[in-house]
C-alpha cells in the first residue's frame, strides 16, 4: 500500500465552509483544472444531473496491484477515511472519493494501466457540487491558501468557454480483433454445458490510435449530449491520461440509510429504426437466455443486501432505452441496517454477476484465464461518501482508457449455455460503439 498519509492519524484534511458559486460548464472546468496540474481529479455527474468535480490531493490512500484481501482494506479504509471528515453532514460538506479495479487481487498486465492502483480513496483539495436542483457550492481544504484566487479565475473562464472547434472527425486507426473473444466465448460455452458454472461475462478490447491527441472536453460533452440519463464519469491520476465512462449501471446508493440499486443485465441493440427496435424489445421480452441472465443477478444482489439491509425488495423489470442499446432492468431497494453503511454494501456487491458471473469466484477464475487483456478499471467501481457513509457508487462499463492519442475500447457480454457466438460478438460491437462514436467528435 502506498499512502499520501497514513489512514490511521487522528487528525485529517479540514475544509472550509462551502461558498456558493456558479458551474455551468462542469466538463470544461473539470478540463481546465487538470491543465493546472490539481491531479488526481475527478468528474461525476450522477443520473439525478448532480455534478461533482473534485481535483487535488489533501489526503489519499492508494493499493498497488494484486491486492489479497481487498473487501476488509475497503471496508476499513473507507471507514477511516470517513471519520476523517467529521462534522455535520451536508450540502456543503466535503466527500471521499473512491474506486476499485474488476478484479484489486489481480491486475498484473500489459502496462496499459501504468498509473492506475488497483483501489484508491483520496480527499480532494478542491471540491465543486451542483445539485439536482442546479445550486453549486465550492469547498477549498484549509491548507489550499495562495492558488485559491487562481482557481477561482481558472474555473471562471473556463466556465464561459466555448468547446474547441473541429473541423472534421477524428482520423484514427482501429484494431478490432474479434478472434481472441470469438475463441474465449467457444471455450466459456464449452465450459457452461458442463454445469462448472452458470454464468461468466467475458470482455473484449479495441485500440484506437489517432493522428492527434483526443480532445477529452469534446468527447466527454458528447457524452453527455448523447447519454444524459447515464452517469458520466472521468478520472485523471496524472498527466495525459483519462479513463472515462458513460455508464447507465448503478451499483448502490445510499441516502439517509436508503438504499437504492437496479439489476441491470440482458441486451438487445436499438437498431437503426423503429421496426428494428420493436424486434430488439421483443426479444428482450421473448429471449429466455436474457431471462436466465437477469434472473441470476437479481438472486445473488438480493441475497448480498439482505445481508446488511431490511426491506430488500426487487421491483417489476422494464427495458430501459440508450441510444445505442436496450436493457432488461429491475429497480431494486432496501435499507441498511444500524451501523452499516455505502461501503459495506460496495464490498459485499463487487463485481456483480452482471459484470463477472455467476458462482463469482469460479467466474473470475475463468476470466482470468480466457481474457488476453486486463480490466483495469473497466467493470470496476468509482463512487464517492460523506461524512454520514452516504454517498453514490458506478460500475464502469461504457468505458475507455485515453493516453495522448490512444485509446483502448472495452465491451463485454454475458456468455451462458444458451449463448450464440454470432450474437455476443455482435453485442460487444454495438456496446463499444457508443465510445468509438465519443472519442470521433474528439
Known sequence: MNAAASPNEKRGPSYESGESFPLNSPVAVFVALCRQGLYPAVLWKSPEQEWLIACGSAHAVRFEASLTGWREAFRETAEKMRSMIGGTPGAGDPSVFFHISFDPADEEGDGSWAGFPC???????????????????????????????????????????????????????LEWNEVPFTLAVEQAVRTLRRRALEKVVLARRAIVTAEREILLRNVLETLL???????????????????????????????????????LAGTA???????????????????????????????????ALREIADDVVLEQPEILRLPNVLHLCSPLRGRLLEGRRLADAVALLHPTPAVCGTPRDEARRMIR???????????????????????????????????????????????????????????????????LSALARG
Open 119 to 173: 483501489m484508491e480513496f483520496f480527499l480532494p483539495s478542491v471540491l465543486l457540487k451542483r445539485d439536482s436542483a442546479g445550486d453549486s457550492s465550492l469547498l477549498f481544504e484549509r491548507t489550499v491558501r495562495g492558488d485559491r484566487e487562481r482557481i477561482r479565475s481558472v474555473i471562471e473562464t473556463a466556465d464561459s468557454e466555448p468547446a474547441p472547434m473541429v473541423e472534421e472527425p477524428l482520423c484514427a486507426n
Open 225 to 263: 449530449v448523447s447519454y444524459s440519463d447515464c452517469y458520466l464519469y472521468a478520472y485523471a491520476p496524472e498527466a495525459g491520461v483519462r479513463f472515462i465512462s458513460a455508464s447507465p449501471e448503478r451499483l448502490i446508493r445510499s441516502t439517509g440509510g436508503a438504499l437504492r440499486t437496479a439489476v
Open 269 to 303: 441493440p436499438t437498431g437503426r429504426n423503429l421496426v428494428e427496435e420493436q424486434e430488439g424489445r421483443l426479444r428482450i421480452q421473448t429471449d429466455q437466455k436474457i431471462w436466465k441472465e437477469h434472473s441470476l443477478v437479481a438472486e445473488m444482489m438480493m441475497l
Open 369 to 435: 484465464l480466457l481474457e488476453d487483456f486486463p480490466r483495469g478499471l473497466y467493470t470496476g467501481v468509482a463512487g464517492w461518501f460523506d461524512a454520514a457513509g452516504d454517498g453514490d457508487s458506478v460500475v464502469m462499463i461504457r468505458s475507455a482508457l485515453v493516453r495522448g492519442n490512444t485509446a483502448y475500447l472495452f465491451g463485454g457480454a454475458g456468455i451462458t449455455e444458451e449463448s450464440m457466438i454470432k450474437q455476443e460478438v455482435d453485442e460487444t460491437r454495438v456496446k463499444m460503439q457508443a465510445m
